[in-house]
């Protein structure tokens, strides 16, 4: 089992950048293919961006490529979510997701797929 704790939101401006972070306990981190979701009021979960275990292979929502990049670093069992150019769309509590523990190297971009979640970290981005 992995218990996940994001941290980073905030409020920005728009075209400003944000770095979430989210802590993951437990000592198998990197047997754990990992996502980010979001949520904006009034609308459904959605998609963002996902990785491997691995940290090879790395998959966008179309919305957000090119603008955001996650990441993950094994040894400090840490997954991030580096957001640039932010835009008041972009305003949505965000959510880190695991799925595992397996020996598989893919990305899940179905929310279904992921099986631990954390609490969720509020980005509200200004116009």
């Known amino acids: 089992q992995v218990q996940l704790v994001e941290s980073g939101g905030g409020l920005v401006q728009a075209g400003g950048s944000l770095r979430l972070s989210c802590a993951a306990s437990?000592?198998?981190?990197?047997?754990?293919?990992m996502g980010w979701f979001r949520q904006a009021p009034g609308k459904e979960r959605e998609f963002v961006a996902a990785?491997?275990?691995?940290?090879?292979?790395?998959y966008y929502a179309d919305s957000v490529k090119g603008l955001f990049t996650i990441s993950r670093d094994n040894a400090k069992n840490t997954l991030y979510l580096q957001m640039n150019s932010l835009q008041p769309e972009d305003t949505a509590v965000y959510y880190c997701?695991?799925?595992?523990?397996?020996?598989?190297?893919?990305?899940?971009?179905?929310?279904?797929?992921?099986?631990?979640w954390g609490q969720g970290t509020q980005v509200t981005v200004s116009s």
């Open positions: 997701a695991a799925d595992g523990p397996t020996y598989s190297d893919y990305v899940f971009i179905i929310g279904n797929d992921y099986d631990y």
């Open positions: 990785v491997t275990r691995s940290g090879g292979d790395t």
């Open positions: 437990g000592r198998t981190f990197s047997r754990y293919a």
